[in-house]
């Protein structure tokens, strides 16, 4: 699944008001954190995680990394936080259509 454009706006707007869920250490991606990842992205869908402060490009490729695991997709990075979107089987977020 890729969100279009208008649908990552629309979840930029939902994420706006949430709280990182699921922070990431010094020790990066362990398997403890995307098992936390991966019970966030179910029971919310659309999750904040908070990076730690690495360079932009490590931190673009730290998130890679969780939605390559996670199955989710990216909708966008602010600073030292990144949000990622995953449906599930009952979606809570209904997204717009193109």
């Known amino acids: 699944m890729t969100l279009t454009g208008k649908q ?10 949430l709280n990182p869920i699921v922070t990431i250490g010094g020790k990066g991606l362990t398997k403890a954190v995307m098992n936390e990842v991966e019970l966030a992205l179910d ?36 600073g030292r936080v990144g949000v990622v979107y995953r449906a599930n089987k009952n979606p809570k977020i209904v997204l717009p259509t193109i």
């Not at 990552?8 to 707007?13: F, Q």
């Not at 730290?62 to 909708?75: C, D, F, M, N, R």
């Open 43 to 78: 029971l919310h869908e659309l999750v904040k995680i908070k990076l730690p402060s690495n360079s932009k490009a490590e931190k673009v490729a730290l998130l890679a990394q969780v939605t390559g695991q996670s199955g989710s997709e990216p909708v966008q990075i602010i």
């Open 8 to 17: 990552k706006n629309y979840l930029r707007g939902v994420a706006h008001n």
